[in-house]
C-alpha cells in the first residue's frame, strides 16, 4: 500500500539554523499538510497546500515557516530561523481529491510517520 | 475554534472490556475522522463519518456523529492489549482545507 515518508527522522539543528524537513506524498494525492506536536501535546495544524499554494494556515505558521513543492514529488517544510520551541514532531500528511467543491475532501488524510525536530 | 476535544483524557481497561471515547466540536463540518497514535509514531486514520451519517462501523470499530450535539463517539468492542494507543478526533470544517485535532484520549488496555 503506498505511504507518505519522511525524512529525516530525526534532525538536530543548532537554534538559530534553518531546517528543512522533507515529505514525499503518495503520487495520486493532490492536498498536502504539515502538522506538528510538541511532545506529549496535541497534533497542531500548520499549513495545507493545494494546486500549489497555501490554501490554508494556522497561527503558528508565521513567516518564519514556509511550503514548497519543489519537483512534484516532494513536499518540503522549512523553518528559516529556528527556536527552542521548534522542538516538536513533525507530521506531513497527504490526501486525494474526492469531488465536491475545491478546498475540501471526504477523504481521510494518510500521515507519515514523522520528523523529530530537536532544536538545542 | 473547530477543535475536537476528547474525553476521557486517559482511559484504563482489562483485555476484553470496551473502551468508549467521546468528542465534541465546535464548529460545522464536512466530517469528523478518528485517528490513533502509537507513542512516537505517525497518525493511523480509523474511520470517517461523514455530516449527514450517524453510525458507522469498521471491525471492531463503532463510530457515531450527533450534530445536533457537536459530539461523536469511538466504541472499539472485545480490546486487546494492541489497541493500547492514544486516539484523537479530527475534524474537517464546511470549505476549509485544513483539519483541527483534539488533545486526544490515551487508551491502556491491561492484558
Known amino acids: 500500500e503506498p505511504e507518505v515518508t519522511q525524512t529525516p527522522s530525526h534532525q538536530v539543528t543548532q537554534m538559530g539554523q534553518e531546517v528543512i524537513l522533507r515529505c514525499v506524498p503518495i503520487?495520486?494525492?493532490?492536498?498536502f499538510y504539515w502538522y506538528r506536536q510538541i511532545l506529549g501535546q496535541k497534533v497542531e495544524f500548520l499549513v495545507s497546500?493545494?494546486?500549489?499554494?497555501?490554501?490554508?494556515k494556522s497561527e503558528i505558521f508565521d513567516d518564519q515557516f514556509s511550503v514548497e513543492r519543489p519537483d512534484g514529488s516532494n513536499f518540503t517544510l522549512k523553518i528559516r530561523s529556528t527556536k527552542l520551541e521548534d522542538s516538536a514532531m513533525y507530521f506531513c500528511?497527504?490526501?486525494?481529491?474526492?469531488?465536491?467543491?475545491?478546498?475540501?475532501?471526504?477523504?481521510?488524510?494518510?500521515f507519515g510517520d514523522g520528523t523529530r525536530l530537536s532544536i538545542l | 475554534s473547530q477543535q475536537g476535544e476528547e474525553d476521557p483524557q486517559a482511559l484504563s481497561i482489562q483485555e476484553g472490556e470496551n473502551a468508549t471515547m467521546n468528542c465534541s466540536y465546535k464548529?460545522?463540518?464536512?466530517?469528523l475522522q478518528w485517528y490513533r497514535q502509537n507513542s512516537g509514531r505517525g497518525l493511523v486514520h480509523l474511520i470517517l463519518?461523514?455530516?449527514?451519517?450517524r453510525e458507522k462501523h469498521s471491525g471492531r470499530l463503532r463510530v457515531t456523529l450527533d450534530t445536533s450535539k457537536k459530539s461523536s463517539s469511538l466504541l472499539i468492542t472485545a480490546s486487546r492489549a494492541a489497541d493500547t494507543a492514544s486516539y484523537f478526533c479530527?475534524?474537517?470544517?464546511?470549505?476549509?482545507?485544513?483539519?483541527?485535532f483534539g488533545a486526544g484520549t490515551r487508551l491502556t488496555v491491561k492484558p
Open positions: 479530527a475534524t474537517d470544517a464546511k470549505n476549509n482545507n485544513d483539519m483541527r
Open positions: 463519518i461523514r455530516s449527514n451519517e
Open positions: 500528511a497527504s490526501r486525494e481529491r474526492a469531488g465536491g467543491p475545491i478546498g475540501y475532501s471526504n477523504q481521510p488524510q494518510h
Open positions: 497546500f493545494y494546486n500549489n499554494e497555501i490554501s490554508e
Open positions: 503520487s495520486n494525492h493532490l492536498y
Open positions: 464548529t460545522s463540518i464536512n466530517n
